[in-house]
């Protein structure tokens, strides 16, 4: 059972530069986000979904784009990097449980730096 | 809007003791869930402690537990016989029944475990 897995784990990437980070999840979670987290900051909500096909806003979208077109995966866009978003980035997957929400699975992470 | 507030950024405590973290969280709603995450220098977040709102007795893992007070809206968590591999960040975090695992993180205490 591999849980979340993320990748890449470390990536450089230019100013102006897109990519995307891969999130897939093999445990039938429906729900799936992603956060950043900086130091003295705690973890910041970027966009989060409920299901394939539903996603939505959280604390901090500008600048990113997310797609949940199956229940496994939920990608990260950076559509233009700026040095701003250099962080360290979470996936994280959960669902309800019999006995009610048992709180995130979380990826391992990744660390972006923009320069 | 709900916010989380670990008003300790750093603590150390020595190996074999007792030491306590403190979070303190805003919200309107009455039913809710808590948790306790662990970050060590791996980077990866592991799940401490869970504690639903309505229910009354704190949650213990070991030799993890929390003293919530749901009317001083406070959920501090204790670690008892402290260990080197409990040196850690450590993230108080607050999710409201139903929101679709949209959780709320707290600034975050690091916590050093001394020999």
């Known amino acids: 059972n591999a849980g979340v897995t993320q990748t890449p784990k470390f990536q450089v990437l230019k100013t102006g530069q897109s990519m995307t980070l891969q999130c897939a999840q093999d445990?039938?979670?429906?729900?799936m986000s992603w956060y950043r987290q900086d130091p003295g900051m705690g973890l910041r909500l970027i966009h989060y979904?409920?299901?394939?096909?539903?996603?939505d806003q959280g604390e901090v979208p500008n600048g990113y784009n997310v797609s949940r077109s199956t229940t496994e995966d939920f990608p990260l866009r950076l559509l233009s990097a700026a040095p701003s978003q250099t962080s360290v980035y979470f996936c994280?997957?959960?669902?309800?449980?019999?006995?009610?929400?048992?709180?995130?699975?979380f990826g391992s992470g990744t660390r972006l730096t923009v320069v | 809007a709900q916010t989380v507030t670990q008003s300790q950024p750093e603590m150390s405590v020595q190996e074999a003791e007792t030491v306590t973290l403190s979070c303190t969280y805003d919200?309107?709603?009455?039913?809710?869930?808590l948790f306790w995450y662990k970050q060590p220098p791996s980077r990866q977040m592991i799940l401490v402690i869970r504690q639903e709102a309505y229910k009354q007795q704190n949650a213990t893992e070991n030799r993890f537990s929390v003293n919530f007070q749901k009317a001083a809206k406070s959920f501090s968590l204790k670690i008892s016989d402290s260990q080197l591999g409990d040196t850690a960040m450590y993230f108080c975090a607050f999710m409201k029944h139903g929101a679709g695992g949209k959780l709320i993180f707290g600034q975050g205490t690091e916590l050093s475990v001394k020999p």
């Open positions: 979904s409920v299901g394939a096909g539903i996603t």
């Open positions: 445990m039938n979670h429906e729900y």
């Open positions: 994280a997957s959960s669902t309800n449980g019999q006995g009610g929400y048992y709180g995130y699975t």
């Open positions: 919200t309107s709603e009455n039913n809710y869930y």
